[in-house]
């Protein structure tokens, strides 16, 4: 009999008070980055009601005006109404970033060092990180999380186009996907929760959303009379923001990778310089696992890397195509091996990643992003005619 089952994901909108974080972060680096191609970065953000405070490790050519950063960011952001507690001339922003550690400097820099084996560029942490592609969506990624972040941009562009003026800027959706055999064949529930103005009634809120947005923005197809739409469920969602909640750089890992169909190492990707494997080397494994998908090696594909601190190879390199596979995925892992190199230094300069593109990248998903190739380069298939020739 056919294997049914239910997969849900979620994403968040830029006012959500994580992500309001993950975006002062991205921010601070690409000022850095703009100035100093050779900034080491590593800035977490917390918020609050009114305060945000910047701290961190930086060493950087450049002179920044961090206050002023942060102010421009919320704006862009949209907090900027009369009655938002977190409003971006009002918060107070405190800097407590420092430099980073002389230790870690010297095992990441390509230099050599007392203890350190090799005068490569060493990764600057030591860890686990997954990419992950499938065929499910022209973008190779995930149905679930996918639809979820194209309800998340609908919603943002149209509160910053200013045509409904009831709209703030923290908001929450999530779809359930029905997979039968391993394929999306329908929706069974969507939720989304939008920030409103007081003066808004719920029913106006619903008609809008429902009508506006997820009719417009999911596929026709994979909706029916039984997909359950959930609209601001409790009710009721003026007090939103920093104010509602409180914000951290990180704490949206699963959002901003593959909405849990794909495992995660744990590590956060915002406000981290590509030197931090944590972000490029995942950035490099869906590079890798999407262009093995695009080679029509695999159905699906999963890549995980391992690293040391300031060792120059990755302690292992491991595929799973979960049977999937075209042709024997030994061949494929030595197809990658061949095409690819995954030393920290080849990382960077592979997906010239020493360029201020971050912030592009905050925001529904760091995966997925095909409008834009020129700066989200791991998300190009460039490499799937050589895979698919190596692989033979």
């Not at 994403?11 to 921010?27: Q, R």
């Not at 918020?47 to 002179?63: F, H, L, M, R, Y």
Request: aromatic residues 8%; negative net charge.
């Amino acid at each position: 009999m056919p294997r049914r089952y239910i997969f849900s994901s979620e994403s968040v909108g830029e006012g959500h008070p994580d992500k309001v974080c993950d975006t002062i972060s991205d921010a601070v680096l690409d000022a850095c980055l703009t100035n100093d191609r050779q900034s080491r970065v590593a800035c977490e953000t917390y918020a609050k009601s009114n305060v945000v405070i910047v701290g961190g490790e930086i060493t950087t050519k450049a002179d920044l005006d961090y206050v002023q950063i942060v102010r421009d960011t919320v704006r862009e952001i949209g907090y900027v109404n009369d009655d938002d507690v977190f409003h971006a001339d009002k918060i107070f922003v405190t800097n407590i970033i420092t430099q980073q550690s002389p230790d870690i400097a010297q095992g990441v820099d390509a230099r050599a060092a007392d203890g350190k084996e090799t005068a490569e560029q060493g990764a600057g942490d030591q860890g686990l990180m997954f990419g992950y592609a499938c065929d499910e969506t022209p973008e190779l990624m995930p149905s679930p999380i996918m639809f979820a972040h194209r309800l998340g941009r609908e919603l943002t562009r149209i509160r910053k186009s200013g045509k409904v003026g009831w709209l703030r800027p923290d908001a929450k959706s999530q779809v359930s996907v029905i997979y039968e055999n391993g394929k999306p064949i329908g929706i069974s529930c969507v939720v989304v929760s939008t920030q409103h103005s007081r003066d808004v009634k719920h029913s106006e809120i619903r008609s809008f959303v429902v009508e506006k947005v997820i009719k417009e923005v999911l596929p026709h197809e994979m909706l029916s009379d039984q997909t359950q739409f959930l609209v601001n469920p409790t009710g009721n969602f003026v007090v939103g923001g920093p104010q509602g909640d409180t914000g951290l750089t990180g704490r949206k890992i699963i959002v901003d990778s593959y909405g849990g169909m794909g495992r995660h190492g744990g590590g956060a990707f915002s406000g981290k310089d590509p030197s931090k494997v944590d972000r490029s080397a995942a950035y490099m494994a869906r590079w890798v696992a999407k262009n093995v998908v695009a080679a029509g090696l695999a159905k699906k594909c999963e890549v995980q890397f391992a690293y040391a601190i300031g060792h120059p190879k990755p302690l292992s390199v491991h595929i799973d195509t979960f049977g999937t596979h075209t042709v024997d995925e030994e061949a494929i892992e030595r197809a990658v091996l061949e095409t690819f190199s995954f030393k920290p230094a080849d990382i960077i300069r592979q997906l010239d990643l020493l360029r201020p593109i971050y912030s592009k990248t905050t925001n529904y998903g760091h995966f997925g992003k095909i409008d834009d190739l020129e700066a989200i380069t791991w998300e190009r298939t460039d490499k799937a005619d050589e895979l698919r020739a190596a692989a033979r």
